[in-house]
């Protein structure tokens, strides 16, 4: 099985900060990789896949990078509707995600 | 717009069964995959299974491997997930997904939660 783990598990942060959040897969995982935002209460809404490529609709202030075994998600300027918890998750062999981190307001 | 609501959770005893169903409907159904997903506090974001266009293939988790069967009825825009011999550890939100080619999964049901408890 692969593994996967995100850090920070919880990240503090002003509006317009950049922030960044790692993921790193227990095995290569190629670019097989997508990242979901998740607000109290909702279902997770794909952000990225394939390791780098926006899903259409997101803002361009989210970006992926990334391959292997290591990943990034990027918020480049953070903005209130971006507080929520973000999960990685892995599409190389089977499916697994990664614990996630909680994004909040400092 | 792509709709995916699920129905069919519920308290249910340890030992016990349940099936969820999933309508869907803003695209065309026979041409996605579709997948449920599951999420408790304690383990996270949790795939359970998965189903080929044609319902011809399918994949799950180990764990619900022999307990859960996924299936599709293309003609109704529907996915099922039959869930027997359910034990605690199954209690969750289950979300219907549509999943892109046996990868990502872009869209999300607004989940159905299952309690197993006596």
């Known amino acids: 099985d692969i593994q996967m783990t995100q850090s920070p598990s919880t990240l503090s942060a002003s509006v317009g900060d950049r922030v960044s959040i790692t993921c790193r897969a227990s095995q290569t995982i190629r670019s097989w990789l997508a990242w979901y935002q998740q607000k109290p209460g909702k279902a997770p809404k794909l952000l990225i896949y394939?390791?780098?490529t926006l899903e259409n609709g997101v803002p361009s202030r989210f970006s992926g990078s990334g391959s292997g075994t290591e990943f990034t998600l990027t918020i480049s300027s953070l903005q209130p509707d971006d507080f929520a918890t973000y999960y990685c998750?892995?599409?190389?062999?089977?499916?697994?995600f990664g614990p996630g981190t909680k994004v909040h307001i400092k | 717009e792509v709709q995916l609501v699920e129905s069919g959770g519920g308290l249910v005893q340890p030992g016990g069964s349940l099936r969820l169903s999933c309508a869907a409907s803003g695209f065309t159904f026979s041409d996605y995959w579709l997948a449920w997903v599951r999420q408790t506090p304690g383990k996270g974001l949790e795939w359970v299974a998965n189903i080929e266009r044609d319902g011809s293939v399918t994949y799950y988790l180990d764990s619900v491997r022999g307990r859960f069967t996924i299936s599709r009825h293309n003609a109704k825009n529907s996915v099922y997930l039959q869930m027997n011999s359910l034990k605690a550890e199954d209690t969750a939100v289950y979300y219907c997904?549509?999943?892109?080619?046996?990868?990502?999964?872009?869209?999300w049901g607004q989940g159905t939660l299952v309690t197993v408890s006596s």
């Open positions: 394939k390791a780098s």
């Open positions: 997904v549509r999943d892109v080619k046996g990868g990502h999964f872009d869209h």
């Open positions: 998750q892995q599409y190389n062999r089977q499916f697994t």
